[in-house]
T-cell receptor
């Protein structure tokens, strides 16, 4: 069990550019979550997948944000036309089919928009 | 609405002293409660969780937490703090199986004095 992995760990981009983050969940975990964490705050829920189906999206997820999990394994989170306010840590978590309430987090991707 | 409050933003304790971090939740039904720890620049590690049963739950690294329904609290304790416990601690409640999301408190930063 290698844990949840995220790539890249750090990303610096200029305002207006598009960025994409990848998350690989723990193998056989069918649920996958994305959260955003700004400095000094707790993580805030963005979206939730069960297998390849995106079942829940937060209002925080503006139309510039899109997430996919095409084969029910890894997931990508894309931010288009980045803004300085998008600077944050983006956390991915996964949970198993049984006991799905317990979420296991990856190391996060820290995004800085200049 | 579901919410989690961590009243103490920052706590400093001496190494070897006892620790209690406070967490209050607002949730209509029986809550599923969690404590996570986050070291600087890292993801979240699960310390312990409460779903039902014994209201005193044991976790990793010598931590324990007590669920008190009458006080809507789930405080985290450790009898003797080590310098390596310095980190940020988050309390969370599980929203529902429909949304899949965890709702986090703002976090408490623990500083350990030698």
């Amino acid at each position: 069990d290698t844990g949840v992995s995220q790539d890249p760990r750090h990303k610096i981009t200029k305002r207006g550019q598009n960025v994409t983050f990848r998350c690989d969940p723990i193998s056989e975990h069918n649920r996958l979550y994305w959260y955003r964490q700004t400095l000094g705050q707790g993580p805030e829920f963005l979206t939730y997948f069960q297998n390849e189906a995106q079942l829940e999206k937060s209002r925080l997820l503006s139309d510039r944000f899109s997430a996919e999990r095409p084969k029910g394994s890894f997931s990508t989170l894309e931010i288009q036309r980045t803004e300085q306010g998008d600077s944050a840590m983006y956390l991915c978590a996964s949970s198993p089919r049984a006991g799905g309430e317990t979420q296991y987090f990856g190391p996060g991707t820290r995004l800085l928009v200049l | 609405a579901q919410s989690v409050t961590q009243p103490d933003i920052h706590i400093t304790v001496s190494e070897g002293a006892s620790l209690e971090l406070r967490c209050n939740y607002s949730y209509g039904a029986t809550p599923y409660l969690f404590w996570y720890v986050q070291s600087p620049g890292q993801g979240l590690q699960l310390l312990l969780k409460y779903f039902s049963g014994d209201t005193l739950v044991q976790g990793i690294k010598g931590f324990e937490a007590e669920f008190k329904r009458s006080q809507s609290s789930f405080n985290l304790r450790k009898p003797s703090v080590h310098w390596s416990d310095a980190a940020e601690y988050f309390c969370a409640v599980y929203g529902s199986s429909n949304t899949g999301k965890l709702i986090f408190g703002q976090g408490t930063t623990l500083q350990v004095k030698p």
